[in-house]
């Protein structure tokens, strides 16, 4: 496993928001996080990314114990987070948001990623001098996601990446995540839009009220008639 998370529980206050939430994510995977507005898959994610507290459990990554390590050391070890709602630095050019991302990276040369990042996001190269925030929503998320991939990042962590996009953006998105897997990047990706994320995934799993409740093959829980039910509108 590349990412391990056993029994994490998390509080706002008397809240609790995690109630020993177990997920594992092996090595080139693309794993989907579903689950209602207020499940706690946020919260999950930011225990990952180190901005959350962690009240009990675990998070092991590539075999270390990470479950106390402060956010920019896990940035180091190569996890990273593309926020809900994009927050692109929308007055800077679209390449200065890129050579942001490079920012605490592991190895390479910026230029070198930079030209890798316009390849997946062709779109991103064409308006790479306009200033991010003339930017579409989609593309914002894009160029979102890219920033984050420029820290050369093992484990890609996103936050409802199709949030407030139109169909066809949505459908765009969901490309451009699928064009990572096949580059062989790992992926954890939370959504409200479980259709389209258990479609691309190889697993997943479902979360309710703090609990993760169903974990299966990506395929198996879009058969099944209680995630039909409850998350598909079928
Ligand atoms: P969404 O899709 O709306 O982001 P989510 O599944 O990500 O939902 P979380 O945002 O993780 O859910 O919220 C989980 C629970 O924690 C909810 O009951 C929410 O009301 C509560 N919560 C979230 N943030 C806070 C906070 N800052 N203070 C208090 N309670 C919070």
């Known amino acids: 496993m590349l990412l391990e998370i056993q029994g994490l529980e998390s509080h706002y206050g008397r809240v609790k928001a995690l109630k020993g939430v177990d997920v594992a994510v092996k090595p080139g995977e693309l794993v989907a996080l579903v689950g209602a507005n207020g499940a706690g898959k946020t919260t999950l994610l930011r225990a990952l990314s180190g901005v959350q507290s ?24 190569g996890i990273a987070q593309v926020p809900e709602g994009r927050q692109v630095f929308g007055p800077m050019s679209v390449e200065d948001n890129l050579l942001m991302g490079t920012y605490r990276r592991r190895g390479a040369k910026p230029a070198d990623d930079m030209e890798r990042m316009y390849d997946t996001f062709p779109i991103l190269k064409t308006k790479r001098k306009q200033a991010a925030g003339l930017l579409s929503g989609g593309q914002q998320q894009m160029l979102a996601m890219a920033r984050a991939l420029m820290s050369n990042p093992r484990l890609l962590l996103l936050d ?15 490309n451009a995540v699928e064009r990572l897997k096949a580059q062989g990047m790992t992926i954890l990706l939370v959504e409200q839009n479980a259709f389209q994320a258990l479609g691309i995934a190889d697993r997943g799993y479902v979360m309710e009220t703090g609990d ?10 879009l058969g099944d008639e209680r995630v039909k039910a409850a998350y598909l509108g079928l």
Do not use: C, N, W, Y
């Open 160 to 174: 409802e990446p199709s949030m407030g996009l139109a169909p066809l953006l949505v459908g765009e998105i969901f």
């Open 54 to 77: 962690i009240s009990a459990g675990s998070i092991r990554f590539d075999g270390h114990d990470i479950t106390r390590l402060p956010a920019h050391k896990r940035v180091q070890l």
């Open 212 to 221: 993760i409740t169903m974990a299966d093959d990506a395929q198996v829980l």
